[in-house]
C-alpha cells in the first residue's frame, strides 16, 4: 500500500512542479496559451487511449462505461456551476474575473481526474506488482501544463501564490492516498465497478477541456493551438504505444 501511495504521490506531483514553475516564472499569455495547449492534446490522449479505451476492454457490460463517462462529465459541470457561483459572492468584496473562474475549473478538472488515475495506478501495483508505465506517464506530463494553466490563471485572478501551492498541495495528498485506497479497496472489485472508475475520470477531463483548458488556450495563443493540441494528442499516444 505504501508503494501505491509513493507512485500516487509521483504521478501528481508534476501538479506542484508546474504551480510552483507559474508561481515564480508566469508565462506570457501566449506562451500559456501554447503550453495549455499541449496538456489538452495529451489528456485527449489519455482520455482516448488510456481511460476509456481501459473501461471497454475490462467488460462488465456497458453500464459501468457509461454511467462512469456522464457521471464524470455531471460531476464537473456541477462542480463549475458551484465555481461561477462562488465567483458572483466574490463580486461583492472585489471584481471577479475570467482568469480565476478558469483556474478553478482547471483544478477542479485536475482534482476529479487525478482521483480516480491514481487509484487506478495503486490497483495496478496490487495486480501485477508493478505501476502502469504508460499511465504514470500520461497522467504525469499531463499534469504539468495543468499546474502550470491553473496556477497562472489564479493568480491573476487576484489569489495570492501561497494559496495556490497550499491547495496544490492538498490535491497531490489526496491523490497520493487515492492511490492507496485503490490498493486497498479495489482488489476483486466487479469489472463494471473498475470501468466506471476509469471512465469517471474520462468524461470528467474531457468536459473540463470543452468548457475551460481547450476555449482559454484559443484565446490566449490562437491558431496555432491546433497544432500543438495534435502534437500533443501524439506524445500521449506514443507513450501508450511504446508500452503496448
Known amino acids: ?34 503550453v495549455m495547449a499541449f496538456g489538452s492534446g ?19 457490460g456497458t453500464l459501468g462505461v457509461l454511467f462512469g463517462f456522464f457521471g464524470g462529465a455531471a460531476a464537473f459541470t456541477l462542480g463549475d456551476i458551484v465555481i461561477g457561483r462562488f465567483q458572483k459572492r466574490r463580486q461583492g468584496v472585489k471584481p471577479a474575473s475570467a482568469d480565476e473562474g478558469s483556474g478553478l475549473s482547471i483544478l477542479l478538472g485536475a482534482l476529479l481526474d487525478g482521483i480516480p488515475e491514481t487509484a487506478v495506478l495503486g490497483l495496478t501495483v496490487l495486480q501485477t506488482g508493478q505501476v502502469g508505465l504508460a499511465m504514470l506517464a500520461a497522467v504525469f506530463i499531463s499534469n504539468l501544463p495543468e499546474g502550470i494553466a491553473a496556477t497562472t490563471t489564479l493568480i491573476e485572478g487576484g489569489w495570492k501564490r501561497t494559496a495556490v501551492l497550499r491547495i496544490w498541495g492538498a490535491v497531490v495528498l489526496a491523490c497520493g ?27 470528467a477531463v474531457l468536459t473540463m477541456l470543452a468548457t475551460s483548458m481547450i476555449p482559454e488556450a484559443y484565446e490566449r495563443a490562437g491558431r496555432p493551438v491546433g497544432f500543438l493540441t495534435v502534437f500533443g494528442f501524439f506524445v500521449g499516444f506514443g507513450i501508450s504505444v511504446l508500452e503496448g
Open 1 to 34: 500500500m505504501i508503494e501505491a501511495a509513493l507512485w500516487g504521490l509521483f504521478a501528481a506531483s508534476s501538479l506542484l512542479i508546474g504551480a510552483l514553475y507559474a508561481a515564480r516564472n508566469p508565462p506570457h499569455a501566449r506562451t500559456l496559451g501554447l
Open 42 to 60: 495529451v489528456l485527449l490522449s489519455a482520455v482516448s487511449f488510456e481511460l476509456v479505451a481501459e473501461a471497454s476492454e475490462i467488460g462488465g
Open 177 to 203: 492516498f487515492a492511490a492507496a485506497a485503490g490498493y486497498a479497496l479495489l482488489d476483486g472489485a466487479p469489472a463494471g465497478v473498475l470501468a466506471f472508475v476509469y471512465a469517471f475520470a474520462g468524461g
